[in-house]
């Protein structure tokens, strides 16, 4: 028997198929990006309003559909499926009211007639999501419950599969990403948060930036004067690559693992790189314009902008929650870092560049706890009833950093260093003006304890068992009635996700649903001469003919007992 444990991440999907006899993890397929538009969770919110609720739920049930597909068994075979994420994600798995938690206020709430919204834990029969798509007659559904409706499955993951329940001491955890789950434990009191970052802390936003996957520069080290380039092989494992001269795009070492561009990870190195080394004196302001990583990967001071404001929100959401518990900045203990940015960014790195708090005295970085808290519930029988349980003690105050007027004071500080070049002086006379105690000085600064707990987000699985789903194929569209085929909106898209095509004596304006930065972006519509698209009026969606591409290290598949089925 098998089961799949699904981590449904705000900025891609991952899925693992699961032999339920041995609890061995046998493949991991992945999407390269989110299914829905967008580069945060506030956008995929604003898509699922305007657009309409069953369009995001049909877009991620068929993105599900192909990462299931993809394993080297019959569906038909697949008795249990455990779903974890945040609760927007899990709303639109399952198709469930989200108006909650895209309006904050209770008067707004109370007028739709949806406050109150429970989300506990479910058991029900696949085939209510996937009939007439794949066969998944013989296995159930398994979502586990949210502490409260704003608090779900992924914030409890990086509380229970790490031991910050168990901390006496001020402990911070952080679940790294577009949108950065994070809650901070002081004594018995637990407050959670959220912070939307935006894609550029996943490599997206940014001119050559990436998500995790063949070819992405992870991390970035200084070799003398020049910098050697880390990048993710086919198997998606960490390499050496090019050595090279940041301040001409020199390659003084040339290696045969080309890269293709920059993840997160990758762009805070550099920019911690060139903070430390006077390339920027101070952001977003580069020494010579750009840095250069290899042939036609730049980095622009655009791009430090976009890398400030992920940071940035990142960063001010942690000392918001420091505040908030009533602590000073120097009594934080400890510093968990959660998920495929808290796994393989350097924590010296993301303290220099501050998406890590650089007084904490210890830091430890775990893997993806969402998709292992997903694994567990699979293979562990009564692991559902002990994390209800939980979710019925645990006590935690939520903080809506949309609402904090301590969370807009430190994020203007930010926006102003990173986006307008304020220097950290200003900085602390600016939280002076704000009532907001200053930051603490390089001075007092101490050397934390650093701590590994898993070299991989992805646990126990074979590097030659995942797969990339890099195609998700999903068009949404609208009509283009005044369209004067100028093709602008095609030319200034950043994501080249919107193409103008003429169809049955009609005009459509179609958007690759991954690709497209939806809201946080529309450079269509401000560029647009005739106003001929809006990106409100969508009334179509439909597949691509093709057949989603999947990067498939080897060749070799899972055996099935009872088929034997080629691997796509």
């Known amino acids: 028997m098998y089961g799949i444990a699904i981590d449904m991440g705000t900025s891609g999907f991952r899925a693992q198929l699961i032999d339920l006899g041995s609890s061995q993890v046998l493949e991991t397929a992945m999407t390269e990006k989110h299914p829905l538009p967008g580069g945060n969770i506030t956008d995929h919110l604003d898509f699922a309003i305007t657009v309409g609720e069953s369009v995001a739920h049909e877009i991620i049930i068929d993105t599900i559909c192909k990462l299931i597909q993809s394993f080297s068994i019959d569906p038909a075979h697949i008795t249990k499926m455990a779903v974890c994420g945040n609760p927007i994600q899990l709303s639109f798995f399952q198709n469930s009211e989200i108006r909650d938690l895209a309006y904050a206020g209770e008067n707004m709430q109370k007028r739709l007639g949806i406050g109150n919204i429970e989300r506990n834990a479910r058991v029900f029969p696949a085939s209510e999501i996937f009939e007439n798509r794949i066969d998944m007659s013989n296995c159930e559904i398994i979502v586990p419950p949210a502490v409260r409706h704003e608090i779900g499955a992924d914030a409890l993951a990086m509380m229970l599969e790490t031991d910050f329940l168990e901390q006496s001491t001020p402990t911070i955890v952080t679940d790294y990403g577009t949108n950065a789950e994070m809650a901070i434990k002081v004594g018995d009191r637990i ?63 040339r290696s045969t693992l080309r890269p293709l561009g920059i993840t997160g990870t990758g762009l805070i190195a550099c920019l911690a790189l060139a903070m430390q080394t006077g390339l920027i004196e101070s952001p977003p302001n580069i020494k010579n314009g750009r840095l250069f990583l290899s042939e036609n990967i730049v980095i622009s001071e655009n791009d430090i902008k976009e890398a400030g404001k992920a940071i940035g929100a990142i960063r001010a959401s942690q000392l918001t929650l420091i505040i908030e518990a009533g602590i000073a900045y120097e009594e934080l203990e400890n510093m968990y870092m959660t998920g495929a940015s808290g796994t393989y960014v350097d924590p010296r790195k993301a303290m220099y560049a501050g998406s890590c708090p650089k007084y904490s005295k210890r830091i430890v970085q775990f893997g993806n706890t969402s998709l292992a808290l997903a694994r567990k519930i699979l293979t562990d029988s009564s692991k559902l009833d002990e994390v209800i349980e939980l979710s019925k003690k645990i006590k935690v105050d939520h903080l809506m950093m949309a609402t904090s007027d301590t969370f807009k004071k430190f994020y203007t500080c930010e926006l102003s260093y990173w986006t307008e070049g304020m220097d950290m002086q200003s900085y602390n006379r600016f939280l002076k003006i704000y ?35 890099n195609d998700i194929g999903v068009i949404v569209e609208e009509s283009a009635i005044n369209c004067i085929m100028c093709h602008q909106c095609e030319k200034e898209c950043p994501e080249k996700a919107i193409h103008i095509v003429h169809r049955d ?64």
């Open 435 to 469: 009532k907001l105690p200053a930051l603490p000085s390089p001075s007092v600064f101490i050397k934390p304890e650093y701590e590994v707990c898993l070299s991989d987000d992805i646990k126990d699985t074979n590097p030659i068992n995942i797969r990339i789903i």
């Open 505 to 568: 004596n009609l005009i459509y304006a179609e958007y690759n649903a991954e690709l497209c930065l939806g809201t946080s972006c529309k450079r269509c519509i401000g560029v647009c001469p005739v106003n001929a698209i809006n990106y409100r009026d969508i009334n179509t969606l439909y597949e691509r003919s093709i057949c989603p591409t999947v990067q498939q290290a080897a060749s070799s598949s899972v055996e099935n007992p009872s088929q034997s089925t080629s691997s796509d």
């Open 191 to 253: 407050i959670t948060a959220s912070a939307a970052a935006g894609p550029a802390i996943e490599g997206q936003g940014v001119s050559c930036g990436m998500l995790a996957s063949p070819g992405a520069i992870s991390d970035v080290n200084i070799e003398g004067k020049y910098w050697r380039l880390t990048v993710l092989d086919e198997h998606m494992i960490s390499h050496p690559s090019h050595l090279v001269d940041p301040s001409s795009g020199d390659i003084v070492e």
